[in-house]
């Protein structure tokens, strides 16, 4: 090998205008109410805390919603990549999401001691309307509307034992709709009010006991036929009271049963001006806590209806607020961007004092205005005597606190309350996002989940495509000799703002009914496709001699999917809309991936007209065999085993009961052009041959569905797949077998990778201009003692692996040399001598053949153009947050 570092192109284009949409609402699912049965309470207070993270759901200004799902595997208590996107809901255009509520669907039969996956909830949004949309996650669209019947919803809250929906209308009253059997009906209405009801939040519920537990209360017997039937006898949960908010300047507490408001609570006024309470929630003690326009805080007393503290925190409206899962801590945020922590502070027996409020903390990680605050666990308004405790010993798991806003950004901040670092509890904290060791609010380091859009490079034809909500753009890299930045040496004296290597081709807006979903455009420039959830759009493009490129839809490709993907004993034209595309390298075949059935459709793009090949129906089944593991299709991937006796491709056994379909998230075709492979959400990955257009295997299910997949150059059908959690897991599709020297592949990948804060988003191997394959597979090793190899490679010897805010430099026929270098520094170490002059020859060696950059962010798109160069997007946040408003500033005395 060369000991000189390779110089290669690099484009760093910052041309792009994506601006990601602001972040509005955010969402943790509610942990299922303790069964109230006499014989099993005492047992369900003794298990251990739910040790499962939730589904993080995030609405934003435009009406998509995300689905973040936690990257860590099932034993792992934490993920240094935390929470990353799943799926996007696509809202209709033009739409907006202001408020999101979840609820668990059947909330009577799920176990008391399990956190609720996306598949047990229920979503529902508003957006300003009059209008409650409720969404249907697995096939990613509006399940049903409902009208408010009270003009626009200006809040929604869901009851604690997620049996009841609580709106706040434009007309001053409360809609209660029942939700009763995963049904959604108008249940009662309210007395009405004066105002607005701006927020919304429900009282702790009470135990009440069913009528039958009643009648036996009143008339105990002691029989044995009493005896049996205590299972079937419980006692239920029950809404007493709730509170709203509104732009009357006052709070309002309302008797559930009667509809009544019971008391009204007052809050301050300035210059006449009335007072809007934008934010409102309950403590599990009944204690109500506000933010309102004029920044302040308030803590009441539900008894008395009167206020027990008042807070100046916020300079600004308080947005928005969250309480921590003991019910101790509270945190506001709002327009001012400061997240402010209020601490419950008990008396001592050496100090004895009464017990209040106070204002503990406060910290600023947003630019702009702080739209909403979410905590993971979630707090339950119930009483200590029904709350989980942890087990003796057991790890404790510090609460997240997530917050969102006009800056796109999502934060992660740690949020242990400070009276827990004192006690026993301090040794047995765990950080989930591993951020540090510090664990409070006030001290622990905060992450961000990155922002990503779709983006595509065509390698041949030197393309950038960039999808917005309902348009789409496309620029051409120019060819300059000497537009170059190595990145071995870090020379970064090629300045992307002033030199002119690109020009802008294309600008379109689609008339869509939703947001755009997925583009694509193939490697030699002359298709470009893109779809809503409902309808695709093919389009040719041709360059005029001048340059212009001219985009001309095939009419005739609706119609031809409509006829393929067309359902039997349906009345209604099914929609054609793909939610991922893929061309073949020779741009003769495109595969789609159906958004609404799971179909894959291998589509020929003739010279005439295209037409349709085949379809593969398989991500549609219930179940998929490879090699005797029966892939079960679970939200999980779980696996089971069966014989091999019928292993013959059950892939066509029937649909899941419960009619859902698992969304195909990722496709990738082979440098050749012979294999496709795809995955879907229940982490199966099917290989089919586009050569004989066959379905060939099913590989191994991961833990994960992968973020990223790609094929080696040289050695087509090697496959990488890279999980959420950066590891990454090889298999050779030909042969149906992992590789021989991918066995322990993790073990020897430097441990840098796996603790980037950003999971990878993409793999790019470096072309191979004259690929040489050997028939073995043999991987390059080299000498611990020097880098002479010690047998040829099959693969490439460049690999970048990228993320939002790194690239990562490695080298696979290096891989070997990592684990054995820091072995031998190890026990040079324990040794206490110095290294030889051939360990430190390895460790440059190293240095060269691993190599992390941090500094392009944030990384929108990479590829090779060609070998030796290649392409990199980015969009600086600075670019993004130069285009908001000014955030709100109040100069201070004394300072400028």
Same mark, same amino acid.
């Given at each position: 090998?060369?000991?000189?570092?390779?110089?290669?192109?690099?484009?760093?284009?910052?041309?792009?205008?994506?601006?990601?949409?602001? +972040?509005?609402?955010?969402?943790?699912?509610?942990?299922?109410?303790?069964?109230?049965?006499? =014989?099993?309470?005492?047992?369900?207070?003794?298990?251990?805390?739910?040790?499962?993270?939730?589904?993080?759901?995030?609405?934003?200004?435009?009406?998509?919603?995300?689905?973040?799902?936690?990257?860590?595997?099932?034993? @792992?208590?934490?993920?240094?990549?935390?929470?990353?996107?799943?799926?996007?809901?696509?809202?209709?255009?033009?739409?907006?999401?202001?408020?999101?509520?979840?609820? !668990?669907?059947?909330?009577?039969?799920?176990?008391?001691?399990?956190?609720?996956?996306?598949?047990?909830?229920?979503?529902?949004?508003?957006?300003?309307?009059?209008?409650?949309?409720?969404?249907?996650?697995?096939?990613?669209?509006?399940?049903?509307?409902?009208?408010?019947?009270?003009?626009?919803?200006?809040?929604?809250?869901?009851?604690?034992?997620?049996?009841?929906?609580?709106?706040?209308?434009?007309?001053?009253?409360?809609?209660?709709?029942?939700?009763?059997?995963?049904?959604?009906?108008?249940?009662?209405?309210?007395?009405?009010?004066?105002?607005?009801?701006?927020? +919304?939040?429900?009282?702790?519920?009470?135990?009440?006991?069913?009528? %039958?537990?009643? *009648? @036996?209360?009143?008339?105990?017997?002691?029989?044995?036929?009493?005896? @049996?039937?205590?299972?079937?006898?419980?006692?239920?949960?029950?809404?007493?009271?709730? $509170?709203?908010?509104?732009?009357?300047?006052?709070?309002?507490?309302?008797?559930?049963?009667?509809?009544?408001?019971?008391?009204?609570?007052?809050?301050?006024?300035? =210059?006449?001006?009335?007072?809007?309470?934008?934010?409102?929630?309950?403590?599990?003690?009944?204690?109500?806590?506000?933010?309102?326009?004029?920044?302040?805080?308030?803590?009441?007393?539900?008894?008395?209806?009167?206020?027990?503290?008042?807070?100046?925190?916020?300079?600004?409206?308080?947005?928005?607020?969250?309480?921590?899962?003991?019910?101790?801590?509270?945190?506001?945020?709002?327009?001012?961007?400061?997240?402010?922590?209020?601490?419950?502070?008990?008396?001592?027996?050496?100090?004895?004092?009464?017990?209040?409020? +106070?204002?503990?903390?406060?910290?600023?990680?947003?630019?702009?205005?702080?739209?909403?605050?979410?905590?993971?666990?979630?707090? /339950?308004?119930?009483?200590?005597?029904?709350?989980?405790?942890?087990?003796?010993?057991?790890?404790?798991?510090?609460?997240?606190? $997530?917050?969102?806003?006009?800056?796109?950004?999502?934060?992660?901040?740690?949020?242990?309350?400070?009276?827990?670092?004192?006690?026993?509890?301090?040794?047995?904290?765990?950080?989930?996002?591993?951020?540090?060791?510090?664990?409070?609010?006030?001290?622990?380091?905060?992450?961000?989940?990155?922002?990503?859009?779709?983006?595509?490079?065509?390698?041949?034809?030197?393309?950038?495509?960039?999808?917005?909500?309902?348009?789409?753009? +496309?620029?051409?890299?120019?060819?300059?000799?000497?537009?170059?930045?190595?990145?071995?040496?870090?020379?970064?004296?090629?300045?992307?703002?002033?030199? $002119?290597?690109?020009?802008?081709?294309? @600008?379109?807006?689609?008339?869509?009914?939703?947001?755009?979903?997925?583009?694509?455009?193939?490697?030699?420039?002359?298709?470009?496709?893109?779809?809503?959830?409902?309808?695709?759009?093919?389009?040719?493009?041709?360059?005029?001699?001048?340059?212009?490129? =001219?985009?001309?839809?095939?009419?005739?490709?609706?119609?031809? #999917?409509? &006829?393929?993907?067309?359902?039997?004993?349906?009345?209604?034209?099914?929609?054609?809309?793909?939610? =991922?595309?893929?061309?073949?390298?020779?741009?003769?075949?495109?595969?789609?991936?159906?958004?609404?059935?799971?179909?894959?459709?291998?589509?020929?793009?003739?010279?005439?007209?295209?037409?349709?090949?085949?379809?593969?129906?398989?991500?549609?089944?219930?179940?998929?065999?490879?090699?005797?593991?029966?892939?079960?299709?679970?939200? %999980?991937?779980?696996?089971?085993?069966?014989?091999?006796?019928?292993?013959?491709?059950?892939?066509?056994?029937?649909?899941?009961?419960?009619?859902?379909?698992?969304?195909?998230?990722? /496709?990738?075709?082979?440098?050749?052009?012979?294999?496709? *492979?795809?995955?879907?959400?229940?982490?199966?990955?099917?290989?089919?041959?586009?050569?004989?257009? &066959?379905?060939?295997?099913? !590989?191994?299910?991961?833990?994960?569905?992968?973020?990223?997949?790609?094929?080696?150059?040289?050695?087509?059908?090697?496959?990488?797949?890279?999980?959420?959690?950066?590891?990454?897991?090889?298999?050779?599709?030909?042969?149906?077998?992992?590789?021989?020297?991918?066995?322990?592949?993790?073990?020897?990948?430097?441990?840098?990778?796996?603790?980037?804060?950003?999971?990878?988003?993409?793999?790019?191997?470096?072309?191979?201009?004259?690929?040489?394959?050997?028939?073995?597979?043999?991987?390059? /090793?080299?000498?611990?003692?020097?880098?002479?190899?010690?047998?040829?490679?099959?693969?490439?010897?460049?690999?970048?692996?990228?993320?939002?805010?790194?690239?990562?430099?490695?080298?696979?026929?290096? #891989?070997?040399?990592?684990?054995? &270098?820091?072995?031998?520094?190890?026990?040079?170490?324990?040794?206490?001598?110095?290294?030889?002059?051939?360990?430190?020859?390895?460790?440059?060696?190293?240095?060269?053949?691993?190599?992390?950059?941090?500094?392009?962010?944030?990384?929108?798109?990479?590829?090779? #153009?060609?070998?030796?160069?290649?392409?990199?997007?980015?969009?600086?946040?600075?670019?993004?947050?130069?285009?908001?408003?000014?955030?709100?500033?109040?100069?201070?005395?004394?300072?400028?």
């Amino acid at each position: 090998m060369n000991d000189n570092p390779t110089p290669i192109a690099l484009h760093r284009c910052r041309f792009v205008d994506y601006s990601p949409s602001p +972040i509005t609402a955010l969402a943790f699912p509610p942990l299922p109410l303790p069964s109230l049965r006499t =014989k099993k309470a005492g047992k369900e207070r003794e298990r251990d805390r739910v040790r499962e993270y939730g589904t993080l759901v995030v609405g934003h200004a435009n009406g998509n919603i995300d689905l973040l799902e936690w990257t860590g595997e099932d034993d @792992e208590l934490q993920a240094r990549q935390a929470w990353q996107l799943r799926k996007t809901l696509p809202g209709p255009n033009p739409s907006k999401v202001d408020t999101l509520a979840l609820t !668990i669907r059947f909330p009577d039969t799920f176990p008391s001691n399990k956190t609720p996956s996306l598949s047990d909830l229920r979503l529902f949004s508003c957006g300003g309307g009059s209008e409650l949309l409720e969404w249907d996650t697995a096939r990613g669209c509006v399940r049903r509307t409902v009208p408010s019947q009270g003009g626009s919803i200006w809040s929604m809250a869901a009851n604690p034992a997620s049996t009841m929906l609580a709106l706040g209308c434009e007309d001053g009253t409360i809609r209660l709709l029942s939700l009763a059997a995963d049904t959604l009906e108008h249940f009662r209405r309210f007395d009405r009010v004066k105002g607005r009801l701006l927020c +919304i939040a429900w009282g702790p519920p009470v135990p009440r006991l069913s009528k %039958r537990a009643a *009648a @036996e209360k009143s008339d105990p017997r002691d029989d044995d036929a009493d005896a @049996e039937s205590d299972d079937d006898d419980e006692e239920e949960w029950s809404d007493s009271w709730l $509170v709203t908010g509104g732009s009357n300047s006052c709070l309002q507490k309302w008797d559930v049963r009667t509809g009544r408001p019971i008391d009204r609570m007052i809050t301050d006024k300035m =210059k006449g001006e009335r007072t809007l309470v934008w934010t409102v929630g309950v403590l599990a003690d009944g204690t109500i806590v506000s933010g309102d326009s004029l920044g302040t805080v308030k803590f009441w007393d539900s008894m008395t209806c009167t206020q027990s503290h008042s807070f100046s925190a916020h300079a600004a409206d308080v947005l928005c607020l969250t309480i921590g899962p003991e019910g101790t801590t509270v945190f506001t945020s709002g327009v001012d961007q400061k997240i402010v922590q209020f601490s419950y502070v008990s008396g001592t027996p050496d100090a004895p004092s009464p017990a209040k409020w +106070i204002q503990s903390a406060s910290r600023r990680v947003h630019s702009h205005d702080v739209r909403s605050l979410a905590m993971w666990p979630p707090h /339950m308004p119930l009483a200590a005597s029904y709350r989980r405790m942890p087990s003796p010993g057991s790890p404790y798991i510090a609460p997240v606190l $997530v917050s969102g806003g006009l800056d796109m950004s999502i934060t992660l901040i740690p949020a242990l309350p400070a009276h827990l670092t004192t006690s026993n509890v301090a040794a047995r904290v765990i950080n989930p996002i591993a951020s540090g060791v510090a664990t409070t609010f006030e001290d622990s380091y905060y992450r961000r989940i990155p922002y990503h859009t779709t983006m595509c490079v065509a390698r041949k034809a030197r393309l950038v495509l960039c999808m917005y909500e309902t348009g789409l753009r +496309i620029w051409r890299i120019l060819d300059i000799p000497n537009a170059s930045t190595v990145i071995d040496g870090m020379d970064n004296t090629t300045d992307p703002e002033t030199r $002119v290597g690109w020009e802008n081709l294309l @600008e379109m807006e689609l008339n869509v009914h939703t947001n755009l979903i997925s583009s694509a455009l193939s490697d030699d420039g002359r298709w470009l496709v893109a779809s809503d959830l409902y309808e695709t759009k093919l389009f040719k493009l041709t360059t005029t001699p001048t340059g212009v490129v =001219k985009p001309k839809r095939v009419r005739l490709f609706t119609p031809l #999917l409509q &006829q393929q993907l067309s359902v039997a004993g349906s009345k209604e034209p099914p929609s054609t809309g793909g939610n =991922k595309f893929v061309f073949t390298p020779d741009s003769t075949k495109m595969i789609m991936a159906s958004a609404s059935t799971s179909i894959i459709v291998v589509i020929d793009l003739g010279p005439a007209e295209p037409t349709v090949l085949r379809q593969f129906e398989h991500h549609r089944k219930i179940s998929s065999l490879s090699g005797g593991r029966v892939i079960r299709g679970s939200s %999980r991937g779980k696996a089971t085993y069966a014989s091999h006796q019928d292993e013959e491709h059950d892939d066509t056994d029937g649909m899941s009961n419960s009619g859902t379909l698992p969304s195909i998230l990722q /496709m990738a075709v082979s440098p050749d052009g012979q294999w496709l *492979a795809s995955s879907d959400e229940w982490c199966r990955t099917f290989i089919y041959n586009l050569d004989s257009i &066959q379905y060939h295997i099913t !590989i191994p299910s991961l833990p994960h569905p992968p973020n990223a997949m790609a094929f080696v150059p040289n050695k087509p059908q090697i496959l990488f797949s890279i999980l959420p959690s950066n590891t990454i897991h090889v298999y050779d599709v030909e042969t149906g077998e992992v590789p021989s020297w991918a066995h322990d592949l993790n073990s020897r990948i430097p441990q840098q990778i796996f603790s980037t804060p950003d999971p990878v988003l993409g793999v790019i191997f470096e072309p191979v201009e004259s690929p040489q394959p050997l028939a073995n597979g043999d991987v390059i /090793m080299t000498d611990s003692s020097q880098d002479s190899p010690r047998s040829t490679s099959a693969l490439p010897p460049t690999t970048i692996l990228w993320g939002s805010s790194w690239l990562c430099k490695l080298r696979l026929d290096w #891989l070997g040399q990592y684990s054995k &270098q820091r072995k031998r520094r190890k026990s040079e170490v324990e040794k206490q001598h110095l290294p030889p002059v051939s360990d430190i020859q390895n460790s440059a060696s190293e240095a060269r053949n691993l190599r992390i950059v941090t500094h392009y962010r944030a990384i929108l798109a990479m590829d090779f #153009l060609k070998s030796r160069e290649f392409v990199l997007v980015e969009q600086p946040l600075v670019n993004v947050l130069s285009k908001l408003p000014p955030a709100f500033f109040k100069p201070k005395y004394g300072r400028t």
